[in-house]
């Protein structure tokens, strides 16, 4: 069967889009894989051996310009006609979009020549991408059990799926916690100011001085924040990127974080305890950490109530009661099945 999978934007769109694809080849499928320039090389580096890679001309819609969002416009646009016209002539048996606008040309043209079409949400709260998509499309398959924002009316079938995450998080699955003290802060480019003027106050001020940090922040932070916890005798390993997340993540007691999809999932798939503060201007990332919350895994907190002395208080609590991190642990855990149920659901 010759499957179409449409992803682009971000590396949050792309590594699921890739854990399908590769599942889709294993079972004997013919995938090819359309994406934006922006993680064109993401793509054709971690494409299945066979997989074809289509090039799409397209670009978010976000921006306040009005003639932006009419040039970014007019690109998806150019891109749907392409794709329209490729689909006649060579037609794929179906179409998988994983959200963003990269997605939306595939989606389009999928519609026009009435090939069915799967498109997933990451979100706990669906994106304007995916929310614009979804009349052209027969099934949504969603990260999370509640997605907010839905149509009220609405023909399309949904289905939970999960969402897909990097082998290494499956292979750590429901990972005991070690109780060696061990923190992780992980703010990434945009999320991390916040984290790094409250997290080492923070630290700085508990009572158990045993606590070992990881702290992932922007390169310019870095010295900085080294300095802080050296004269504050604080253990710490400061770092601007993490090459092995899920080590990092398997070896903490506690994470501290923002709430993207692809965080949210990835504590689940593992089962660790966090404490999420969502990017202010990110509707999406409020509803991750709200879903995160309420399965008792960690807590969601609005970032003008992330203060230094509540982050203190809680994380003294926390140390003092590891019988209460390993209860937070469990609830957090949620078997993560998303690249078996997608394909699935796909080639079914």
Known sequence: ????IATGGTGGHVFPALSVAKELEKRGHKITISTDGRVMKMVRDGKPEKAHVAF??????GAKSKIKQMIALGKIGVSAVALILRFAFSRPARVVAFGGYASVPAVFAAHVWKIPTFLHEQNAAIGRANKFAMRWVETLMTSFENVEGMPKKTNVRVVYSGLPVREDFI?????KLKHE???LVTGGSLGAQILDEIVPL???GMKNKKIFITHQTRPENVEKLQQFYASHKIHANVLSFIRDMATSIVDADLVI????ASTVIELETIGRPAILVPLN???DQAANAASFAKLGGGFDVEQSKFSAKWLTSTLDDLFDNPTRLDKMAKKAYVPNLAVQKIADTVTK
Not at 1 to 4: A, L, V
């Open 1 to 4: 069967m010759k499957i179409w």
């Open 181 to 183: 003290n061990k923190i």
């Open 281 to 283: 201007i990110n509707p």
């Open 257 to 260: 974080g923002r709430s993207g």
């Open 56 to 61: 799409v001309w397209a670009a978010g819609v």
């Open 171 to 175: 292979k750590n699955a429901n990972a």
């Open 202 to 204: 923070a630290i700085a």
